[in-house]
């Protein structure tokens, strides 16, 4: 569907290095980075916003490189959803039809169909002024999606709702992904948000694609240190093998399968380094005994610091189970590293 | 209730004396000529005269502003280019042109001497002492006052709100007439009054291009000079009321601006 | 690379005219003058005076701009107070005014039928005809660029800053003497140039208050009348060099600042 | 430490209603609210940045109603760390000294302890614009504690951070708040930061408290339908009561005591809602048979949507869980919502 071939941008001295990536018809692709990586940069350049030094963008079987925007049949919704202040809400949702000479029953019957998917039909003599957030934004996705786009972008679409809305809005764009079909190119710099929306993705770093796979390999199998920090890996260490065997600083760890080299970087999510209390005989081989430095509770999840020797390891689990257990900073524990969760950079 | 030191007490002071300094010459002279001196000036042809041709003149001025000025001024707004810098700096330029000089450096064009200034006279232009000269040298003072402010008004609009209708399948020139025009039309106003203003009250470049037919800035200064300050007064009235009447609707303008944001 | 429509090359193309319009006056005036002319010219002890006294009294206007401004600015920065409105549209008020009409006015209060022109009589202080009454009609047009300069200039400085540095217990004074200052002087610098600027290039307000002592622009339109357009180029090419190298000096400013950023 | 009588503030056209509230020393206090709830505007109102309309301001024993800022004794750290840019970060975190008169060797071994504390020391010479946001929050925090404030007032403090670093910030907040003993008023829109971080806080909407209490309690026993969906209390619900039992349209639900009202609300968390196979006999009296509806994965947790006959119930459960019951949409599975999670509102 987009297919970006030796891609460089600069914008305001912001060097883009040569960037290649393919996305899937259907697929709902998710680029991810820290603030300031130039995600939106990145999107707003295949929407033909920003001019490209370099290379070529395809969208479907067309070369649009030197397209203008309004001939690549690309939504956008941005973050702040740019609603046109001085049109109801109406006349922004059917801006687009005049132009794409997109009239007759069958856009009548899509407009309608959006409106009460959306559940903006109370709205349509509003201005935008005057809506919340979350109303704003579905205005935002009915507008691009009126002219039947086949790529919608959406740029960190949850970010500026309040926390309580984020879900809900999530699962809207889910629903309309099916029942559309267009593809869905999203940024965003939280990587839950990613998980829980897309099938394939990416990780953008200064200008650079890090990784690109799918999402849960990203969140299972990060490439590089960066990744692995990025998608929550807190557990990080440096270490030496030998053979089966991982040693971090003088923990032996048992990896999944032997390594052919020398040294290298070992990682695991903090939500599968298990906790058993002191005496348990846990059924892994990876089993430390050590003391809880911090404890921090989430609500749902509690995490845990455990100091095991001079190694810190970070453990997330369910605050039930840590209240069960009676948890708490200077508790001694035996820690369990499944071998199966040890990701080997 | 908060709390107030003296280094609020100084800026209210300094506030207090900036007002006096600006009020007060201004009321002694709008009180200054009687109510029936200023109703004669008024049958006086020549300051109707005068007082109209100031205003037809800035508001041709402003008009070639307008149709010059406002695609240059989206162009600053929305685009980067090498020497940008330097354009903004060349519109800026008429600010600080001494005013009689303006009038020196358009006559130097105008001239026979200069090949421009042939090919207008052959073209019938006349600019030395004509209406036409006057319009040239006030759009030259004026239109940094348009373009600025023009400007700053597109810049006011999100560029995403063009990249939207752009993306909704609007040309670039459909984009600027369906969006960023109607969102910063209140510019646009405010642009052609400020340039008007800054036009009507001109006087050093109007008297070397023509001081006749004369603008009212040149008659209150020719009634200065033949017959004194009392007799200059009631004219000066009559055209700082023009004056505040353009100023009244330019900040009734930029403050319903300021309100809606 | 990137597509370029009709409306981006009409922009292009107006841009061109204006530059024109605005350049092509100021280059034939710039090179009008052989440079044994330029040179006769600056050993004209008329002209080096002339010159001389816009510069000093520009200056002075500047000067006292500084200092009734500065607080004013930071009292509109800060600030939101009822009337708030009307004291800005009031130091805006100078900018439309009619040249001649700020000459007019200043001279109303000043003379001997009005209270303050007597008290300032009695203190041995003359307006009309003196350097004194040049500053005086200089600051009245420049203080407003000033005024706005510096406003815009403090308002850029983020009121978070002045909150943690009173709560780190510095008081107001000290707070701006060591924060807001600090932060705005290219601000306040800025506006010193443009208030000079907008005082170096004023003829018509000059004119009335005082034709002697002249001011560079004075000389100008004197040498016009007197003499024709021929004989005022050189010392208006005088005059536009340090207009220019004012401007320079404020471009360089702003552009730093910009980058800053 | 803080004691507000009555306070209200009328800033640009923004009403603050009468306000009471009280801050224990010592506390880490949590104001929570949504965007635009009026936050800040208390913040700023207690450290004397803001006019009072009416009421008093008390810190420790005094009434600073009518103090200027600089005499309040209160620290401020800005979401936007607000640092001094033309100021090194050393000139930054002296700043405030001069004017506290706060000399001598105690307060250069103070600001020693802090410097390491934060690992500032090697940022000293440099200038704030060079610095990430985690290095801009640690000097703005020295900065604040340089002049030993009894109270410290913290704007959104992890807002502005990358997800990544947001822990890493919060446990040392909590650090630095035991080892100086000072009272701490943070404001926040995130609910999980405040249960990570407060011991006591409150919930603000449009200008008024909704609740005061225990951050915990808060997060179990929200007082108003509003606190309860702040809070992320997904599964809230229109009741009829009959004796012990709940009616919620048509499912009955026992309640962990009888209600003498007619009606009202029920409220539980989705963390706290079970699922069970469909077959399986839980040991709780409410169990419903339902079909799930969405399930939603976001990596640690599992977010599932049950349809229990018109009824939509959200429950949060481990990922791991959800992949071992192997739970998608559509399944028909049992859930369970034990009595004493139930909150009656």
Redesign the interface.
């Known amino acids: 569907m987009i297919r970006l071939d030796n891609l460089s941008l600069s914008v305001s001295s912001f060097p883009m290095g040569p960037l290649c990536l393919t996305v899937g018809e259907g697929d709902f692709f998710v680029l991810m980075g820290p603030t300031g990586a130039g995600k939106t940069l990145l999107l707003e350049a295949i929407a033909g916003l920003v001019p490209v030094a370099d290379g070529r963008i395809f969208i479907g079987a067309r070369d649009v490189t030197r397209l203008p925007p309004e001939r690549r049949e690309v939504g956008i919704v941005y973050q702040d959803q740019s609603l046109f202040p001085h049109l109801t809400v109406r006349e922004n949702i059917r801006y687009g039809l005049r132009f794409k000479n997109r009239t007759g029953p069958g856009t009548e019957a899509l407009l309608d169909r959006l409106v009460e998917e959306l559940r903006i039909g109370h709205l349509l003599e509003r201005r935008p002024l005057h809506l919340s957030g979350g109303e704003r934004q579905r205005v935002a996705l009915v507008r691009a999606l009126a002219v039947q786009p086949s790529l919608l972008l959406l740029d960190e679409p949850l970010s500026a709702l309040d926390p309580a809305f984020r879900e809900e809005m999530g699962g809207l764009l889910r629903r309309i992904r099916n029942s559309t079909g267009a593809t869905f190119f999203m940024v965003t710099h939280d990587f839950t948000e990613a998980l829980a929306l897309g099938n394939r993705g990416a990780v953008m770093n200064r200008g650079r694609l890090e990784q690109v796979g799918e999402v849960r390999d990203i969140f299972l199998r990060p490439a590089s240190p960066f990744v692995a920090r990025f998608v929550g890996m807190k557990n990080l260490f440096r270490a030496r093998f030998q053979g089966p065997h991982a040693l971090v600083r003088n923990l032996r760890m048992r990896l999944p399968r032997p390594q052919g080299r020398e040294s290298g970087k070992v990682a695991f999510r903090p939500e599968h380094v298990e906790i058993w209390p002191e005496s348990a005989r846990a059924p892994h081989p990876n089993l430390f005994s050590g003391t809880i430095a911090e404890c921090l509770d989430h609500g749902f999840t509690c995490r845990l610091t455990v100091s095991v020797d001079s190694v810190r390891l970070t453990a997330h689990l369910p605050a039930r189970e840590a209240h069960r257990m009676g948890l708490c900073a200077g508790r001694r524990v035996t820690v369990a590293v499944p071998p199966e969760a040890i990701h080997v950079i | 209730?908060?709390?107030k030191?003296?280094?609020?007490h100084?800026?209210?002071?300094?506030?207090g004396?900036?007002?006096a300094?600006?009020?007060?010459?201004?009321w002694?002279?709008m009180t200054?000529s009687p109510p029936a001196a200023l109703a004669r000036t008024l049958k006086d042809g020549e300051v109707v005269r005068a007082i109209r041709l100031s205003l037809l003149a800035s508001g041709a001025s402003a008009a070639i502003a307008f149709?010059?000025?406002?695609?240059?001024a989206?162009?600053l707004a929305r685009f980067?280019f090498r020497g940008k810098?330097w354009?903004e700096?060349?519109?800026?330029?008429?600010?600080?042109?001494?005013?009689?000089?303006?009038g020196?450096?358009?006559?130097?064009?105008a001239?026979r001497d200069?090949a421009?200034g042939r090919i207008l006279l052959q073209a019938g232009v006349r600019i030395l002492g004509s209406v036409t000269g006057i319009i040239v040298v006030l759009?030259?003072v004026g239109?940094p006052f348009y373009?600025n402010t023009v400007r700053d008004g597109f810049e006011a609009v999100?560029p995403?709100?063009e990249?939207?209708?752009?993306?909704?399948?609007?040309?670039?020139?459909?984009t600027?007439l369906r969006?960023t025009l109607?969102?910063s039309w209140r510019s646009v106003v405010a642009g052609l009054i400020m340039s008007s203003?800054?036009a009507?009250?001109?006087?050093?470049a109007v008297?070397?291009v023509a001081y006749h037919p004369m603008t009212?800035?040149v008659l209150?200064?020719e009634r200065?000079e033949g017959y004194g300050?009392r007799y200059?007064?009631p004219v000066?009235v009559w055209?700082?009321g023009v004056?505040?009447v353009?100023?009244a609707a330019l900040?009734a303008l930029t403050?319903r601006q300021r309100k809606e944001e």
């Open positions: 209730m908060r709390y030191g003296p280094f609020h100084l800026t209210l002071c300094c506030g004396l900036v007002l300094f600006i009020l007060l010459p201004l002694e002279l200054s149709i010059l000025g406002t695609p240059l989206y162009l980067d810098r354009l700096a060349i519109v800026d330029l008429p600010v600080v042109i001494p005013h009689p000089v303006v020196i450096a358009v006559l130097g064009v001239g200069h421009l759009t030259f239109l373009i999100s995403r709100l990249n939207v209708s752009r993306s909704l399948g609007a040309s670039m020139a459909e600027f969006i109607p969102l203003a800054r009507i009250s001109e006087f050093g008297v070397i009212a800035p209150i200064y200065f300050l200059s007064q000066a055209l700082v004056c505040l353009l100023f900040r403050l």
